[in-house]
């Protein structure tokens, strides 16, 4: 695991805080350009902050949050816990895979609240210009303005045709 991001927080760092920071201009080797938590950390919150101008060289441009690989690859990930995410300017984020602004990987079936953000011109290589989620079923994304987030469908695993955006009522 490399890492070269501002914040980053591994498994047992429960109730943590991220709160009132710029979080700014970094970079990650992997995961998580700006703030990256990998493992499980219940109930974590991060709010009113600035992420903006970070990169991360695979997923998760300003904000990864995932569960660490499980030791037997027949069973699932821990996850990373329950955390609330509100309050912030996620804009103009670059993740070399998926997830610009925000980005969930194996975090699990715990509630992972995502609101009040401006999540804005934020870019990914593959999906989830402004939002990537996968593997994390409790996702409650609710009262942000999402807007002017892009793939660009380049990735090395990309179809190069960018996902189509399907809502359903």
Not at 12 to 24: K, M, P, R, S, W
Not at 46 to 57: E, K, L
Not at 66 to 72: C, E, F, I, T
């Amino acid at each position: 695991w490399v890492w070269l991001g501002e914040y980053y927080f591994v498994a047992g760092a429960d109730n943590y805080v991220v709160a009132n920071n710029d979080i700014c201009g970094n970079f990650s080797a992997e995961y998580g350009g700006g703030l990256s938590v990998y493992g499980y950390s219940p109930n974590g919150s991060i709010h009113d902050n600035r992420v903006y101008f970070n990169a991360s060289y695979d997923e998760g441009g300003g904000i990864m949050i995932a569960g660490q690989l499980p030791a037997n690859t027949t069973t699932l990930s821990p996850g990373s816990g329950p955390v609330d995410i509100f309050n912030n300017l996620i804009q103009a984020n670059l993740a070399n895979d998926d997830g610009g602004g925000l980005r969930f990987l194996m975090a699990g079936n715990f509630p992972m609240n995502v609101y009040n953000n401006l999540i804005v011109n934020n870019v990914s290589t593959h999906e989830g210009g402004g939002i990537g989620l996968n593997d994390a079923p409790d996702v409650r994304v609710f009262n942000n303005t999402i807007m002017k987030n892009l793939t660009t469908a380049t990735a090395v695993t990309s179809t190069t045709v960018p996902p189509m955006l399907t809502m359903t009522a």
